[in-house]
């Protein structure tokens, strides 16, 4: 599976972190989401991991709509 860090970036912008800190923070998670699909046939811990996982993702999705909400609206170019 590939990743492709462009695609997502967009989805950090409200956080306003440098470039490489923005692929820093995606590297993480994808190599979180990579560990937890990996686990998923064969741990038996894996629904307490991906209890724990979902809280980090639903944390991040909230500083994220937090952040957005404090920037100023600007139309979308078509």
């Known amino acids: ?3 492709d860090l462009e695609r997502y970036r967009k989805h950090l912008a409200p956080l306003n972190l440098t ?3 923005e692929d820093e923070l995606m590297r993480d998670l994808w190599s979180i989401t990579e560990t937890l699909v990996d686990q ?3 741990s038996p811990f894996y629904p307490l991991q991906l ?3 979902c809280e980090a993702f639903d944390a991040l999705e909230d500083t994220i ?3 957005s909400q404090k920037q100023p609206k600007t139309e979308e170019a078509p």
Do not use: I, K, N, P
């Open 1 to 3: 599976m590939t990743f």
């Open 19 to 21: 470039a490489e800190q």
């Open 40 to 42: 998923s046939l064969s």
């Open 51 to 53: 209890s724990v996982a």
């Open 65 to 67: 709509a937090l952040e």
